[in-house]
């Protein structure tokens, strides 16, 4: 029996939000030629200077804990993630935020939300399954393990 | 007047495109009438039977017949195509020109300040400007974010509030205990008010509140405003307006402005630079600043609004907007009253009407006939209203009278 596909999630132009498949799965953000400016995610035309010079940039895998937070229903019926659920935005170096859900999943008891500031990598994990049967793969970010 | 109000905070990026100042009023412009429809839940009444009768009240309380108004600012989230016009045909409809126009909860000012510019211009001498809403049970769906946001469950108002009152509290030291205080300064005042959406709820306690159930961390179900239905209605017009219809106490608008996001690299869904710029630009279109402001209504979904609101618009030290409801300073009774109504987490949030609302207790509290909710520490004499549409507009209106 054949594995069933994965994708990435996609933004709304329809491109993914991160490398996929891949050993090392990265962000998709985009750079402005002229200014510099670093979005996420990719968007055409530059909200710093508004011209239409953005390209591509794969972005850092490893950030800190912006903002935090966890909500214990789920916000409409399209959301079919567990509750509750932790999310926030992770500050890359790259002086870009991005908006995730953190994992691993909540488990039940005694819960807060993840302290601002905490040090952070990129894990691609499922999402669930799309209408042609694929799983879509979501991006989240964990916290780092210290080194013994 | 607070007390030391600091004033508007430093915007806070120096190579922030700024825009440019919101043009004055080259004459002036009165508050003629308001009229609220009850915020609640009220399944037989559609959207224009809800508009019909706040328009109606406001028209009243105007003394302008319907037959006079020349033009209809209608405002709403949710309604479909044309949905002024219904409001219209309700009232019976005369083939003037309804303008509809959204912009989340800061429809109903963003209205208003169209309707003052042309009535300052000169082109009429009265409008109407009706907010409503017909509301489906639960989270607004947030249709302006991308669809992974939507999928994954990140792209929620309560989620964004929520970020930013944990980045408040990590960020000046502000308490959950301070939190409370401004659900209970919210629920008493919505007690006091016939057209809130929640009157039931007059002595919570801190511990009642944080010990409820959570939704969204750190708030408890107390500390979340409901979605309403209902409506409501400003009768704006020139001073001409003013003595053909006899207007008792009319409340001159001597500032009504609205601004958009503004792009920066660490934005939430909240800036503060968006409030900031837009108090700004509605100090400078009334020529005076906060300190001269005596009571004011700021859009507080969830209590990082009116914290975060207070500080963004000048009326105390930024990280100290925590203190304003737990030191009694923005009661009913205090030194500088905010949501004398209950604001939005207990009078409610009806998207398309919220800005009416808010002008409306100002404009009751201006004119002295806010009942049991008159100010009793402040002879009030400017007041200033504030909404935030979908995190990404602010109108700001300033009423003297």
Same mark, same amino acid.
């Given at each position: 029996? @054949? ?37 996420f ?8 200077c ?23 229903? @789920? ?12 999310f ?61 | ?67 006079? &108004? ?25 083939g003037?020109?309804? &303008? ?38 639960g989270?607004?769906?947030? *249709?302006?974010?991308p669809m ?45 008010c ?9 002595? *919570? ?24 239905e ?30 958009s996001? &503004? ?11 968006? *409030?900031? &710029? ?7 279109q ?7 402001i ?13 914290i ?53 207790e ?40």
């Amino acid at each position: 029996m @054949a594995e069933k596909k994965q994708v990435p999630m996609t933004h709304d132009d329809g491109s993914p939000l991160f490398t996929w498949p891949s050993d090392k799965p990265q962000l998709i953000g985009a750079r402005c030629k002229d200014c510099g400016e670093i979005v996420f995610p990719r968007r055409p035309q530059c909200p710093k200077c508004f011209t239409e010079t953005m390209e591509e940039i794969l972005l850092s895998t490893k950030g800190k804990v912006y903002s935090s937070t966890i909500s214990y229903l @789920a916000p409409w019926t399209m959301y079919k993630g567990k509750v509750p659920y932790a999310f926030g935005h992770v500050e890359l170096p790259e002086r870009v935020l991005i908006p995730c859900k953190f994992s691993p999943e909540l488990k039940s008891g005694e819960l807060s939300p993840l302290p601002i500031g905490t040090e952070v990598e990129l894990s691609i994990e499922e999402f669930g399954e799309d209408e042609a049967g694929h799983v879509v793969m979501m991006h989240t970010f964990r916290p780092m393990k210290r080194r013994a | 007047m607070p007390k030391g109000a600091p004033g508007v905070p430093r915007v806070t990026k120096k190579d922030l495109h700024l825009p440019p100042p919101a043009p004055k009023f080259t004459e002036k412009v009165y508050v003629l009438g308001v009229g609220m429809h009850p915020f609640g839940r009220f399944p037989d009444r559609d959207f224009g039977e809800l508009g019909r009768i706040a328009a109606n009240r406001a028209l009243e309380d105007a003394g302008v017949p319907w037959k006079d &108004i020349p033009i209809m600012y209608a405002t709403s989230m949710q309604q479909g195509a044309a949905w002024g016009t219904k409001v219209a045909i309700a009232m019976g409809a005369r083939g003037i020109p309804v &303008i509809n126009m959204e912009a989340a909860c800061c429809s109903t000012s963003a209205a208003i300040a169209q309707a003052a510019y042309a009535i300052a211009a000169g082109a009429f001498d009265v409008a109407l400007c009706v907010g409503a809403e017909k509301q489906p049970r639960g989270y607004i769906p947030t *249709l302006e974010m991308p669809m992974w946001k939507r999928l994954m469950g990140l792209g929620t108002y309560p989620g964004h509030y929520a970020q930013m009152m944990q980045r408040h509290m990590h960020e000046y030291g502000t308490t959950r205990e301070q939190m409370a205080w401004v659900s209970i300064k919210s629920h008493k005042n919505a007690s006091l008010c016939p057209h809130a959406h929640y009157r039931n709820l007059p002595d *919570l306690t801190v511990e009642e509140i944080l010990n409820a159930r959570m939704v969204v961390d750190p708030f408890t179900i107390y500390m979340i405003g409901p979605t309403s239905e209902g409506a409501g209605a400003v009768v704006i017009g020139s001073e001409a307006a003013v003595n053909k219809y006899g207007v008792r106490k009319p409340i001159e608008m001597v500032a009504c402005v609205q601004s958009s996001h &503004i792009y920066e690299w660490d934005e939430l869904l909240y800036p503060p630079n968006l *409030l900031r &710029i837009t108090a700004m630009q509605a100090y400078e279109q009334a020529g005076i600043g906060p300190e001269d402001i005596d009571i004011a209504q700021i859009q507080d979904g969830m209590p990082i609004g009116e914290i975060g609101g207070l500080e963004d618009m000048g009326f105390c030290e930024l990280g100290t907007g925590g203190r304003m409801a737990e030191e009694k300073i923005t009661w009913i009774d205090g030194d500088f009253p905010v949501n004398t109504d209950g604001g939005y987490m207990s009078r409610g949030n009806c998207i398309g009407a919220t800005g009416a609302a808010a002008i409306t207790e100002i404009v009751y509290q201006l004119r002295g006939e806010a009942g049991p909710r008159q100010v009793t520490n402040v002879n009030p004499k400017v007041g200033l209203a504030h909404n935030m549409g979908a995190g990404i507009q602010c109108a700001i209106a300033i009423l003297k009278s």
